[in-house]
């Protein structure tokens, strides 16, 4: 790992370990009034998210449920304002949906009118959470509407990856941390004899 010169130069640092992605990225509040505007922001400030599901196969009317750990890996506390969303993308035919979430209380997800979520993280936190991915509200993620439809009326039976992407920004910058994928399959109902 590069050694940092001085207490004012910026660091990225990408770790990729056991299909868990780590980014390493900073918070405005470690500028001092010394840091010439044009630099970028020296704190570093960890976060890892994992997302797993304990099945591989679904039913097309079955609910699907996920967990979801997310960690701040820093000695420091993490407080940044967040855009975490699911992305769901098919397999056979390339259709992506997306579901905007909130990683404070399971099934939480961001409504239309709700503010911006800030993540609050102590030092060395980490968080587990659990969604039925029927309980929030799904939308194309071509489609300039907020999602707002069940993920039932979305999906048809085939094989799809799960993702948990976390925007995270800040007046200066802006990143994305995206989590591992899981792959699933959905299949059709079971039929009555």
């Not at 820093?74 to 940044?80: A, D, W, Y």
């Not at 969303?85 to 909130?102: F, H, K, V």
């Not at 936190?125 to 439809?149: D, T």
Request: include cysteine; charge should be positive; hydrophobic fraction near 35%.
């Amino acid at each position: 790992m590069l050694q940092p010169q001085g207490s004012q130069m910026p660091k990225i640092l990408f770790i990729i370990s056991m299909g868990v992605f780590t980014l390493s990225c900073f918070s405005q509040d470690a500028v001092s009034s010394a840091t010439p505007a044009h630099q970028e922001i020296p704190q570093e400030i960890p976060l890892q998210l994992i997302i797993d599901s304990n099945k591989n196969v679904y039913r097309i009317n079955e609910d699907i449920r996920v967990a979801i750990t997310i960690k701040n890996t820093s000695k420091g506390p993490l407080r940044v304002q967040t855009i975490p969303s699911l992305q769901l993308e098919s397999q056979e035919d390339g259709i992506s949906i997306w579901a905007p979430i909130r990683l404070d209380r399971d099934n939480r997800y961001i409504a239309l009118n709700d503010k911006k979520p800030v993540l609050r993280l102590a030092p060395r936190q980490k968080r587990e959470l659990k969604y039925n991915l029927s309980m929030i509200k799904w939308g194309s993620v071509l489609s300039s509407y907020w999602p707002a439809k069940s993920i039932k009326s979305l999906i048809s039976p085939g094989t799809y990856t799960l993702s948990l992407s976390v925007e995270m920004r800040d007046k200066a910058w802006r990143k994305e941390i995206t989590s591992n994928e899981i792959t699933f399959k959905i299949i059709e109902k079971k039929r009555r004899r």
